[in-house]
């Protein structure tokens, strides 16, 4: 390993695999285990024999200067804004009580007050700033590759530094094969209290056309969480019904983004033999991309897709946005998973490429 670029601490990992011949598949993915097993980049082949970058992602040697010791890695920060980082042991926005003599927020987790830090928000004048995609995304994972097509970490965690309740260790488990990339995430209670656990994937799929207006969105799920801006992007605690406004992405073919600027929230996901599935198409570029997860747990998935950029960010996660704010009514379920003393839980997604005609 000595000759492989590091990243945060840890060599590189790539995987690769054949793709089954007659469609597009999936055939390198580039992980990096010193920044949370986060997917850097995945190539893939289309059926002319043509490979090209999936996600919207630096080459290594850039994001070795992203990553590494840079000026706006704050909490990880970098980690989310390209490629798939992975989201633990919470995804979206947490709000609280910002502690002006240190860059921290004082939040309340499950009835317990905790310091979280305050790496997000605040790029309008007067918006609010929160803590932002959970607590990994600058951790070092120690891991093993079992073959050039898996490679597998575990995480002991405890209570992230103090931060969180109880103690949790996380295993990673990605794995490229037969066209598809696969990651399986098992988040287990290794502490004598609750843990509330919620954890998501943030993966930028890049269009190739470049075009995203031409771009549709294929997402069945009944609510959007209302927001109360694009500045602070925070929920309002009303869940909108999608069926027949501008967020209806439910048809059978999706929707067309056109000029829809999106950073939302949508839940009340409608599965099929048990699995939910979201897809980007791009008509213009032929090719599209899906998801599938088996994982009940996963109830949300946050779209962030601007008019003007040549990505669309598809996030699956167990939890809403600020799943433990006091804007949500009691009977609404903010998705957060609660494991009791030596509990555990999986997340699970499956990645696919597919041709789309023009």
Known sequence: MGDMPHIGGAPVVTLRAETPPGSPGFVEATILPGRGMMLLQARVRRSSGETLDALF??????????????????AGNQAFLFGGA????????????PLHETREIEAHVDGRRVRLPRNWGGKAPGAEEYAMHGLILDAAVPFEQPGP??????LEAGDFAGRWPSRAELTFDWLLRDGELSLRIEAIN?????LPMGVGWHPYFALPSGDRRQARLRLPADFRAEVNDYDEVL?????????????????ETGAALSD?????????LRRENGRATIEVQDPAGGLGFRIDTPSPSV??????????????VLEPQFNLADPFGEVWPADVDTGMARLPPGGRVAYEVRLSAFAVGT
């Open 299 to 312: 109830k949300a998935v946050q779209v962030f897709a601007p008019p003007d950029r040549p990505f669309v």
């Open 149 to 154: 097509d898996r490679v597998t970490g575990c």
């Open 57 to 74: 992602a630096p080459p290594v040697d850039e994001a070795a200067r992203r990553l590494d010791g840079g000026p706006d890695d704050f």
């Open 235 to 251: 929920p309002t605690g009303r869940l909108q019904r999608t069926r027949g406004s501008l967020y209806d992405f439910g048809g």
């Open 190 to 194: 290794a502490g004598p209290e609750v």
């Open 86 to 97: 992975i989201l633990a042991p919470f995804a979206n926005r947490i709000r609280g009580r």
């Open 260 to 268: 829809l600027y999106l950073d939302d929230c949508f839940t009340g």
